[in-house]
């Protein structure tokens, strides 16, 4: 039995917005893709002016938000994933936003 190894090329971020329910990402090769806040609950809890403190990282390589301590990846957005995050960690940093 052979097995096939494809080796994917992720192509770097040009630009990202951030709306009320989406993260969306330009990329080099002309692709723009959106994905719902839901799948980040960090960003999805983050108010406007927070969402939209972001820079992009790594060289097109996905994107920080410091107010947050959010990361996210291109890579990841375009294979579907959504936060690893785990609830005990979120439900901890969703408290401390409530007590600051």
Do not use: C
């Amino acid at each position: 039995m052979t097995t096939l190894i494809v080796e994917l090329s992720v192509p770097e971020m040009e630009k990202a917005t951030v709306s009320e329910d989406s993260l969306s990402v330009s990329l080099a090769d002309g692709r723009r893709i959106s994905v719902p806040l839901a799948w980040y609950p960090r960003l999805f809890h983050a108010s406007k002016r927070e969402r939209q403190r972001f820079r992009i990282i790594g060289k097109g390589e996905g994107i920080h938000w410091s107010d947050i301590d959010e990361d996210i990846s291109v890579e990841n957005i375009l294979s579907g994933k959504i936060s690893a995050e785990s609830p005990q960690s979120f439900e901890r940093w969703l408290k401390s936003r409530k007590t600051a």
